[in-house]
């Protein structure tokens, strides 16, 4: 089974076996409140521990401890929400609406804005001419080759390790997202508007309960942690070696969806708590298909064994891929640039 049929004069919208996978877009309430229920009771339970911990006396490295599981339960909670954006986790799009936005709140994100950038990623993703989509900025060399010495400062800091894993998810989470963006949809503005009272709303009620120093000392360290391992996830997506991208006038939407992204095989523990999002050329695929189905889509349609999957120590290696090299088809490193 090939995951690219021949070309032929009319050739088929979609490959033989995209077909198989079509069942598994239909929801689950019975998974769906499941999920929720072993995703927001921890994590809330995380919160108390850490409350806990702190007016105990405590160390506050024992705090830095707690709020790692913590941040991975913060990551399950938003992959609820990246869900209900794609209308997945719920057959009522009301349901999909409601709890998005109430797990947008937990994870400091407009579920409406976040959404319609999300699914313009969707659309765009590998095509060279249609960048800046919700995706991980990516100049070619030789767009790198003829930036000015500002812009490509401004590149490396972006690219940079403790940049965008480390400082990145705080800027993201806590400022970037609280500023309607430009262009944004009237219905994106509302979202973002509510979202940004609703986190003023549990600021004041730390505030008056266990006090706003306790409350950053304990939320901080959780978006720090769960959004470094959600920043990274989100990279190695889409940044990995024999990834695929292509100008428009050559794109495929099925090779996007199977090349340019990676199946991220992740041991079990991390596979439970990042919701099958590995399976990311499966949800590229079928983006209606909830996490909770992923797995079972992939292993539905043998043709997804033919993507190599991408482990973790291997995975690590992507870290020094920095630009496109449209001539040799493949990401590289800034040396490969300067010997351009």
Same mark, same amino acid.
């Given at each position: 089974?090939?995951?690219?049929?021949?070309?032929?004069?009319?050739?088929?919208?979609?490959?033989?076996?995209?077909?198989? /996978?079509?069942?598994?877009?239909?929801?689950?309430?019975?998974?769906?409140?499941?999920?929720?229920?072993?995703?927001?009771?921890?994590?809330?339970?995380?919160?108390?521990? @850490?409350?806990? @911990?702190?007016?105990?006396? =405590?160390? *506050?490295?024992?705090?830095?401890?707690?709020?790692?599981?913590?941040?991975?339960?913060?990551?399950?909670?938003?992959?609820?929400?990246?869900?209900?954006?794609?209308?997945?986790?719920?057959?009522?799009?009301?349901?999909?609406?409601?709890?998005? /936005?109430?797990?947008?709140?937990?994870?400091?994100?407009?579920?409406?804005?976040?959404?319609?950038?999300?699914?313009?990623?969707?659309?765009?993703?590998?095509?060279?001419?249609?960048?800046?989509?919700?995706?991980?900025?990516? @100049?070619?060399? +030789? +767009?790198?080759?003829?930036?000015?010495?500002?812009?490509? =400062?401004?590149?490396?800091?972006?690219?940079?390790?403790?940049?965008?894993?480390?400082?990145?998810?705080?800027?993201?989470?806590?400022?970037?997202?609280?500023?309607?963006?430009?262009?944004?949809?009237?219905?994106?503005?509302?979202?973002? *508007?509510?979202?940004?009272?609703?986190?003023?709303?549990?600021?004041?009620?730390?505030?008056?309960?266990?006090?706003?120093?306790?409350?950053?000392?304990?939320?901080?360290?959780?978006?720090?942690?769960?959004?470094? =391992?959600?920043?990274?996830?989100?990279?190695?997506?889409?940044?990995? +070696?024999?990834?695929?991208?292509?100008?428009?006038?050559?794109?495929?939407?099925?090779?996007?969806?199977?090349?340019?992204?990676?199946?991220? #095989? =992740?041991?079990?523990?991390?596979?439970?708590?990042?919701?099958?999002?590995?399976?990311?050329?499966?949800?590229?695929?079928?983006?209606?298909?909830?996490?909770?189905?992923?797995?079972?889509?992939?292993?539905?349609?043998?043709?997804?064994?033919?993507?190599?999957?991408?482990?973790?120590?291997?995975?690590?290696?992507?870290?020094?891929?920095? &630009?496109?090299? +449209? #001539?040799?088809? #493949? &990401?590289?490193?800034?040396?490969?640039?300067?010997?351009?």
């Amino acid at each position: 089974m090939s995951l690219f049929p021949e070309k032929t004069r009319n050739p088929p919208a979609r490959p033989d076996w995209y077909q198989a /996978t079509a069942r598994f877009e239909k929801p689950s309430l019975g998974k769906a409140v499941w999920q929720i229920l072993d995703s927001l009771v921890p994590y809330l339970l995380s919160w108390y521990v @850490m409350i806990r @911990m702190l007016r105990a006396g =405590l160390p *506050y490295w024992a705090v830095l401890l707690a709020a790692v599981p913590a941040g991975l339960f913060m990551v399950r909670v938003f992959i609820l929400f990246h869900d209900c954006t794609h209308g997945s986790f719920f057959a009522s799009k009301r349901a999909n609406r409601v709890a998005g /936005t109430l797990f947008g709140i937990l994870t400091f994100v407009p579920f409406e804005e976040w959404r319609d950038s999300h699914w313009k990623h969707h659309a765009t993703v590998a095509d060279l001419d249609r960048r800046g989509q919700g995706d991980v900025w990516t @100049m070619t060399t +030789e +767009e790198f080759l003829g930036a000015t010495a500002g812009q490509r =400062l401004a590149y490396r800091l972006y690219r940079n390790p403790l940049i965008m894993f480390g400082l990145g998810p705080l800027f993201s989470f806590l400022v970037y997202r609280r500023f309607v963006p430009k262009g944004a949809s009237k219905r994106a503005r509302f979202s973002v *508007y509510v979202t940004d009272f609703a986190v003023l709303g549990i600021l004041l009620l730390a505030h008056f309960t266990i006090g706003l120093r306790a409350y950053f000392l304990i939320q901080l360290p959780i978006i720090f942690f769960g959004g470094m =391992l959600g920043f990274w996830l989100f990279y190695v997506q889409h940044q990995f +070696e024999g990834v695929y991208w292509s100008r428009h006038g050559e794109w495929d939407r099925m090779k996007a969806a199977l090349v340019g992204s990676s199946f991220y #095989k =992740l041991p079990r523990v991390l596979q439970w708590f990042t919701g099958s999002i590995g399976f990311h050329t499966v949800h590229h695929v079928r983006p209606l298909i909830p996490n909770y189905n992923l797995e079972a889509a992939y292993r539905a349609a043998p043709a997804f064994g033919e993507v190599k999957a991408l482990r973790v120590l291997p995975s690590l290696r992507s870290l020094r891929l920095r &630009l496109w090299d +449209e #001539k040799a088809g #493949k &990401l590289v490193g800034y040396r490969a640039a300067k010997a351009r």
